[in-house]
C-alpha cells in the first residue's frame, strides 16, 4: 500500500491503483478506498488566531469583526414593509399542497401483485404437476380406447387438461355394454393402472 501511494502522481491515480491491487488479490465487489492529504501549515503565531487551510491569506476573527461593524445599517423605513408582509403572511398562512398519492397507490398495486403471484404460482405449478402425475383412459374421435394424461377437463377458449399418450386399436363399441360406461368413465388413474387397463383390453382379457 506505501509503495502504491508513493508511486501514484495524485490522489486519483493512488485510488486507482489501490482499487486494481485489491481486484488482482481476489477481490471483486466492496472495495472502497478514501484518500485525503494533510498539507503542512506554516508555524502559527501564539498571539494571532491559528491560520486555516488557506494559509495566512485568511481573514482572521478580528478583522472579519471589523468588516462587519464598518456595513452600514439596512434604513428603518426598508424594514417595515417586510415586517408587514412577515405579519400579513402570518394573517393568511397557506396550506401545503397535499402529497401525491400516485407513488402510494404504486406501492400497493405492486404489493397487492406480490402477494397475488407468491399465491398463484404455487397453486399453479403444484396443479401441473399433479396434472402430469394423473391418466384415464376415454376415446379418441374415431371411437378408440385412448390413454390419456392429464385432467378430464377442457378449459374456455379451447383449452384441454389432457393429452392422448396411446391409442389402443380397440373400438369402444367391441367391449361388453356392461363393462363399457365403467371403462370410459374418465375415472383417474396411475400410469400403471391405466396402462394395465388397455393392454388388457387389447388382449381380449377384460371380461364382462
Same mark, same amino acid.
Given at each position: 500500500?506505501?509503495?502504491?501511494?508513493?508511486?501514484?502522481?495524485?490522489?486519483? *491515480?493512488? /485510488?486507482?491503483?489501490?482499487? &486494481?491491487?485489491?481486484?488482482?488479490?481476489?477481490?471483486?465487489?466492496?472495495?472502497?478506498?478514501?484518500?485525503?492529504?494533510?498539507?503542512?501549515?506554516?508555524?502559527?503565531?501564539?498571539?494571532?488566531?491559528?491560520?486555516?487551510?488557506?494559509?495566512?491569506?485568511?481573514?482572521?476573527?478580528?478583522?472579519?469583526? &471589523?468588516?462587519?461593524?464598518?456595513?452600514?445599517?439596512?434604513?428603518?423605513?426598508?424594514?417595515?414593509?417586510?415586517? &408587514?408582509?412577515?405579519?400579513?403572511?402570518?394573517?393568511?398562512?397557506?396550506?401545503?399542497?397535499?402529497?401525491?398519492?400516485?407513488?402510494?397507490?404504486?406501492?400497493?398495486?405492486?404489493?397487492?401483485?406480490?402477494?397475488?403471484? %407468491?399465491?398463484?404460482?404455487?397453486?399453479?405449478? /403444484?396443479?401441473?404437476?399433479?396434472?402430469? &402425475?394423473?391418466?384415464?383412459?376415454?376415446?379418441?374421435?374415431?371411437?378408440?380406447?385412448?390413454?390419456?394424461?392429464?385432467?378430464?377437463?377442457?378449459?374456455?377458449?379451447?383449452?384441454?387438461?389432457?393429452?392422448?399418450?396411446?391409442?389402443?386399436?380397440?373400438?369402444?363399441?367391441?367391449?361388453?355394454?356392461?363393462?363399457?360406461?365403467? %371403462?370410459?368413465? *374418465?375415472?383417474?388413474?396411475? *400410469?400403471?393402472?391405466?396402462?394395465? %387397463?388397455?393392454?388388457?383390453?387389447? %388382449? /381380449?382379457?377384460?371380461?364382462?
Amino acid at each position: 500500500v506505501a509503495a502504491l501511494l508513493r508511486g501514484a502522481a495524485s490522489l486519483r *491515480h493512488a /485510488g486507482r491503483a489501490l482499487v &486494481a491491487a485489491a481486484n488482482g488479490a481476489g477481490g471483486r465487489d466492496n472495495n472502497t478506498v478514501v484518500l485525503f492529504r494533510l498539507e503542512e501549515v506554516a508555524e502559527a503565531d501564539p498571539v494571532a488566531d491559528q491560520p486555516t487551510t488557506a494559509g495566512r491569506t485568511a481573514l482572521s476573527t478580528a478583522e472579519v469583526r &471589523a468588516a462587519v461593524a464598518r456595513t452600514p445599517a439596512a434604513p428603518a423605513q426598508a424594514a417595515a414593509p417586510a415586517r &408587514a408582509e412577515q405579519q400579513s403572511r402570518r394573517l393568511n398562512p397557506t396550506r401545503p399542497a397535499p402529497a401525491p398519492q400516485a407513488p402510494r397507490r404504486r406501492r400497493r398495486r405492486v404489493m397487492a401483485f406480490v402477494v397475488l403471484a %407468491l399465491i398463484v404460482i404455487p397453486l399453479a405449478f /403444484g396443479a401441473y404437476i399433479a396434472n402430469q &402425475a394423473v391418466y384415464f383412459v376415454g376415446t379418441d374421435d374415431q371411437g378408440l380406447v385412448t390413454l390419456y394424461r392429464g385432467l378430464p377437463y377442457s378449459l374456455p377458449a379451447g383449452i384441454d387438461l389432457f393429452k392422448p399418450t396411446y391409442v389402443s386399436g380397440v373400438p369402444i363399441l367391441t367391449v361388453p355394454a356392461s363393462r363399457r360406461k365403467r %371403462l370410459i368413465d *374418465h375415472q383417474l388413474r396411475s *400410469h400403471d393402472d391405466a396402462s394395465d %387397463l388397455v393392454r388388457a383390453l387389447e %388382449l /381380449g382379457r377384460v371380461a364382462s
